[in-house]
């Protein structure tokens, strides 16, 4: 079995931003109701909101949240189209042709009468 490193890598990725977005949704959530929403910086700090503002702050994040975490919803959902190289068709076509002639050929020696 191979392991992909570039896939777990992505993976990882993946999941380390949907639980930022995550974080920030439910710190918005909270904020919408309390009226009040911490929003961190870089650096370890950041800053609190407070009334009004922190509810259209917080209201603006759920909205992008929202929209992020149903576009990658709808990604995962989305059947994986498998594309076909034109060589790739003609490649398996002689195969094709190839084990019928094989299949023949059985056919032929299964009906030869022995002697």
């Known amino acids: 079995m191979k392991i992909k490193i570039g896939g777990i890598i992505g993976g990882i990725f993946i999941g380390v931003w949907i639980l930022v977005l995550l974080l920030y949704g439910l710190m ?15 650096r370890g700090g950041g800053g609190t909101l407070h ?16 929209l992020i975490l149903s576009a990658l919803w709808r990604a995962w959902r989305r059947p994986r189209v498998v594309q076909v190289h034109p060589m790739d068709s003609e490649i398996d076509r002689e195969l094709e042709q190839m084990r019928e002639r094989k299949r ?6 299964a009906n030869v009468p022995r002697e």
């Not at 918005?28 to 870089?42: C, D, N, R």
């Not at 023949?104 to 020696?109: G, H, N, P």
């Open 104 to 109: 023949r050929q059985a056919e032929a020696k």
């Open 51 to 66: 009334g009004a503002t922190a509810r259209i702050v917080s209201l603006i994040i759920l909205v992008i949240t929202t």
């Open 28 to 42: 918005a959530l909270v904020g919408l109701f309390t009226g009040e929403i911490f929003l961190p910086s870089k």
